[in-house]
């Protein structure tokens, strides 16, 4: 079984800053099967990233992910105030699992 | 516009049963997979059971293997989720969501969500 591993639990940051999401798995996510996903209170999930740089359809271009293996980072380049909120990762490489989540909140 | 709308849930007592339901629209149902996955109250996401698009092949999370059985009417465009033996751990509010697979044993991430449904065992 992958464990993903998020950090740091929460980030406190500025609009216009550029914030940076780690995802470390504890072994090595086959074919870089790796997610991730914004939420907002009371809100459903919604597909940011997939396959580990894939950006999803309607996704803003300040979004981008990479990393490979077991660590992976989630780069908003400056941040928007509708972007503060918790995100997730996921693999998808054996089973399925997601991380803890990263609370991205307004400083 | 791809939607997914659950339904179903409610205040259960432990050990019983309750189905939850995932109506689709917006999209061709039956080329999809399907996921369940739910939320514990300030909780992260947990992923609990997916489907191939036709309904032959069907994993579980330990955590719900054995209890929960996932089932799709593609002639319905629903998804199904029965809980039996519920606990008060399996109290949290429960999404279905759409995998982008076509494949039978080949299933990836989730796309499109639904809002949920909530679901709380208490006595």
């Known amino acids: 079984e992958i464990v993903l591993t998020q950090s740091p639990g929460t980030l406190s940051l500025s609009p216009g800053e550029r914030a940076t999401l780690s995802c470390r798995a504890s072994q090595s996510v086959s074919n870089n099967y790796l997610a991730w996903y914004q939420q907002k209170p009371g809100q459903a999930p919604r597909l940011l990233i997939y396959g580990a740089s894939g950006r999803a359809t309607g996704i803003p271009d300040r979004f981008s992910g990479s990393g490979s293996g077991t660590d992976f980072t989630l780069t908003i380049s400056r941040l928007e105030p509708e972007d503060f909120a918790v995100y997730y990762c996921?693999?998808?490489?054996?089973?399925?699992?997601f991380g803890q989540g990263t609370r991205l909140e307004i400083k | 516009q791809v939607h997914l709308v659950e339904s179903g849930g409610g205040v259960v007592q432990p050990g019983r049963s309750l189905r939850l339901s995932c109506a689709a629209s917006?999209?061709?149902?039956?080329?999809?997979?399907m996921h369940w996955v739910r939320q514990a109250p300030g909780k992260g996401l947990e992923w609990v059971s997916i489907i191939s698009y036709d309904g032959t092949s069907k994993y579980y999370a330990d955590s719900v293997k054995g209890r929960f059985t996932i089932s799709r009417d593609n002639s319905k465009n629903a998804l199904y989720l029965e809980m039996n033996s519920l606990t008060p751990e399996d109290t949290a509010v429960y999404s279905c969501?759409?995998?982008?697979?076509?494949?039978?044993?080949?299933?990836?991430?989730?796309?499109?969500w639904g809002k949920g449904t909530t679901v709380t065992v208490s006595s």
């Open positions: 917006g999209f061709p149902f039956s080329s999809y997979a």
């Open positions: 969501a759409r995998d982008p697979s076509t494949s039978h044993n080949y299933f990836y991430y989730m796309d499109v």
């Open positions: 996921q693999q998808y490489g054996s089973s399925r699992a």
